[in-house]
């Protein structure tokens, strides 16, 4: 017998013993789990989903959590000062051990569901971790998560209503003043104080790295400061 189950977005054909690589779901190593979006089951009298087949499950072993190999990839910008930065990503994978293909009763086999990582489908819904309410902007990642230091004089919003025209230093054009706007910067004297740690958090908080050095934005904050006294 076999079966089509569905996750992670995912689909996969299965039977006893078979070994997957499935996206992270929420389960330690050693717990079985229940994957309930059955696609199709297979065998003597196959039984095809409307989207899904009712009652049908598969259970898996969780072998452990592991991480795919890094996949590198390229970000080129089209301006004066052009750079390219490399980003590397490892995604996150679960490795299970098919045990068990159950045509019917799935439902009430009382084995946990394989949820993913902040995702809710199967029988059971698990309480996931709470995350930002809609239309609000998500919280902004713990300071240890970024490399650099976070800088001190970041604002929520420009002081007296009123933001500096960002756009007068070198390389720096719309979309990357909106940028800096997001992320706290709204005044030329901001940039002006910036030590090295605080610059290399703000390189990878704007997603370019030594731009900020390369097109001496620093020197600059501080000339179009000291006009604004």
Known sequence: MFAVLKTGGKQYRV???????????????????????????????????????????????????????????????????????????????????????LASGADASGVKAAIGTGSVSGFAIEAAAPGPKPGKKAAAPAADAVEGTRPANLLTE??????????????VGPKLEGLLHENGVFHFDQIASWGPAEIAYMDDKLSFKGRIERDGWIDQAKQFASEQE
């Open 15 to 101: 039977q006893a013993g078979d070994v997957l690589r499935v996206e992270r779901i929420a389960a330690q190593a050693g717990e079985t789990v229940q994957f309930n979006e059955i696609l199709m089951v297979g065998g003597d009298s196959p039984v095809i989903g409307t989207p899904t087949v009712e009652g049908a499950g598969v259970q898996a072993e969780v072998i452990d959590q592991i991480k795919a190999d890094k996949v590198i990839h390229f970000v080129k910008r089209r301006r004066k000062h052009s750079s390219q930065r490399t980003k590397g990503h490892r995604q996150k994978l679960t490795l299970v051990r098919v045990t068990d293909i």
């Open 158 to 171: 420009a002081r007296d209503g009123k933001a500096d025209d960002l756009k007068k230093i070198s390389g």
